[in-house]
């Protein structure tokens, strides 16, 4: 079963100016199987990454919106 783990910061209980110590939650989101779907996404981020052109951002792009958002 394929699907994806993902961690969220829940709580800080102990820090100091090297170091912290979180808790965190966690949730698995299954995902179906479908690999034509995943091998035309990965060329598609591979042709970006190899490109000698970074492509223009665009609002109706959702990876742009990630972009974006991860940015500010």
């Known amino acids: ?11 800080i209980f102990d820090h100091s ?3 912290c110590q979180l ?3 966690m949730k698995y989101s ?3 199987p479908d ?3 995943f091998f035309e996404r990965a060329t598609y981020v591979l ?3 190899t490109s000698d ?3 223009l951002l665009n ?11 991860q940015s500010q």
């Open 30 to 32: 299954k995902l179906e």
């Open 35 to 37: 690999e034509q779907s």
């Open 59 to 69: 609002d109706e792009c959702v990876d742009c919106q990630f972009v974006i958002k």
């Open 1 to 11: 079963m394929m699907g994806v783990l993902q961690f969220y910061p829940k709580d």
């Open 47 to 49: 042709d970006i990454l």
């Open 53 to 55: 052109k970074v492509p």
């Open 23 to 25: 808790n965190f939650s």
């Open 17 to 19: 100016k090297d170091s």
